[in-house]
């Protein structure tokens, strides 16, 4: 069995796509390691914090609404766990309040565009159950704060933000994770999010502080997730499978298991790492930045074990 620790090699940093409104500010950056020491990708779609002043005067509470959307600083956790283990990492800089890239193109609440596109043939019957909700493609409503906008987009505006944030985000991801499992045989993606503190789901029982999700077996190789959750067992972490988060979009799309792309969702409760405001890195971000080395290195391992078997890892091999 292999071990990964702290990996040399030669490290590259992509930036791409663009953010409306934003002149110069890329809607992401992609660091990878060239060759991939472990084959394991983190991306964090919803810490994005590169709010345009446009995007800011739309909003009715910008300074209430804006922070709540984020998975807060979640891309500084992925940005020490790379550093230490070699795993590639994609962050987005769009705001989710922009563009949620956990959601699908026509995840859209057509309300607020004034209707659905003259060319379109869906019916309202069809949209999303998050778009419904409020938090489809691009975000109507937070519970407690209710219309985030003061005024309606025009479709060309969602069409420019999925260009220029969606489509250019997860083209990266999609390359990036085929390139890595092809050096390996098998791939592993952590989407990494954060989570307000759950509620106690039963009395003397604590809520869990990490929220694993697979699809319900749909996105990623069972032993991987077993794997996860011992590792987390081991620290005295409490953890819960697909509830209430199983996964969305991301995993959605690029998880392929036949073919060697596995994904999980990782979501962790903010008082995990922030501090009692739930506003700035706190006491415990160090311990959970620990932790998630621990985790990405026991799984990378999984995940390395699980390509040399593969068919593509024998060809692979074969082909050295």
Known sequence: MQEFGKQAGDSTLVQGGWIPGNPGVPAYSLKTRDPSPIPVVIAVPHAGRAYAKSLL??????????????????????EAVSRETGAALLVAHAPRAMLDL??????VDWEMMGGLPADASATPSTF??????????VPRRLPGLGELWK????HAELQER????????????????????DRWGAVLLIDLHSMPPLAVRSPGEGAPEFVIGDRFGASCDGGIIGTAFTVLSESARRAAHNQPYAGGYV???????LEGLHCLQLEIDRTCYLDARLAEPGAGFGAT??????????????VADMGRTSDRGRWRAAAE
């Open 289 to 302: 930045v620990d932790l998630l080395i621990g985790l990405v290195r026991r799984l990378a391992v999984d």
């Open 251 to 257: 995993l959605e799309r690029h998880a392929r298991r």
């Open 162 to 181: 999925i260009g220029a944030i969606h489509q250019t985000y997860h083209s990266a991801l999609a390359t990036t994770l085929e390139q890595i499992r």
């Open 57 to 78: 005067d739309r909003m009715r509470h910008p300074a209430f609404a804006a922070p709540r959307l984020e998975d807060r600083y979640a891309d500084l956790l992925g």
């Open 128 to 137: 999303g159950r998050r778009a419904r909700s409020g938090l489809g493609l």
């Open 151 to 154: 005024r309606r987009m025009d």
């Open 102 to 107: 956990n959601r699908s193109c026509d995840d």
